[in-house]
């Protein structure tokens, strides 16, 4: 039981590149999310699914996508690039999302836009 | 909307030293309040948890009470241990899971 993993853990990229992050999670969670975490930040959302084939916007969704094609899959893309972007990416998946549900985080993708 | 503050680090204490790590929220329902822990390199990993108003959540000596009259979630330890340095962040939820903005802890022999 590898829980939530993510690849690649680290990444450098230049401006106007593009990149997807791959999260897998192994739970059956039917619920998971891409965050950022930047300093004095904590973290924000930048999409989250509910379930295979959807997809939403959190609080920070500009300049990336999300798919969620298999159940245990969810895949952050960048389009082009930018050195905003530069960041930490954690994915996360949880059973449900009713208040209480505890949230599992992936170890994270250390993100350098040049 | 909902939000979550939390005392600014970093925080340094002595080993066996009493921690109290201070957090009041603000929410318009009843949502569930968590304390994750960030140890270096690593994701976040739940520490503790409560559900309700009074509700207590303990884990690895840390403990935390829901308290609705003071809108707080303070995180308290007895006696730290150098194991224990970390970013601790709490949170809230209602729909989404609202985050403060993290207390760095770190623990001196």
């Known amino acids: 039981n590898a829980g939530v993993t993510q690849t690649p853990k680290f990444r450098v990229l230049k401006t106007g590149q593009s990149m997807t992050l791959l999260c897998a999670q192994d739970?059956?969670?039917?619920?998971m999310y891409w965050y950022r975490q930047d300093p004095g930040m904590g973290l924000r959302l930048i999409h989250y699914s509910v379930g295979e084939g959807t997809t939403a916007k959190g609080e920070v969704p500009d300049g990336y996508n999300v798919s969620r094609l298999k159940k245990q899959n969810f895949l952050l893309g960048l389009e082009s690039a930018a050195p905003s972007q530069t960041s930490v990416y954690f994915c996360a998946s949880s059973y449900g999302r009713r208040g209480g549900e505890t949230q599992y985080f992936g170890p994270g993708t250390r993100l350098l836009v040049l | 909307g909902n939000s979550v503050t939390q005392m600014e680090g970093p925080v340094t204490l002595s080993e066996e030293a009493f921690l109290t790590i201070n957090c009041t929220y603000t929410?318009?329902?009843?949502?569930?309040l968590f304390w994750y822990v960030q140890y270096p390199g690593e994701g976040l990993q739940l520490l503790l948890k409560a559900t309700k108003a009074d509700d207590k959540g303990s884990n690895k000596g840390f403990e935390a009470t829901y308290r609705k009259e003071t809108t707080s979630f303070h995180l308290e330890k007895g006696s730290v241990q150098v194991s224990d340095s970390a970013v601790y962040f709490c949170a809230l939820s209602e729909r989404a899971l609202n985050f403060g903005k993290g207390t760095s802890l770190l623990v001196t022999p």
């Open positions: 739970m059956n969670h039917e619920y």
């Open positions: 929410a318009t329902g009843y949502p569930s």
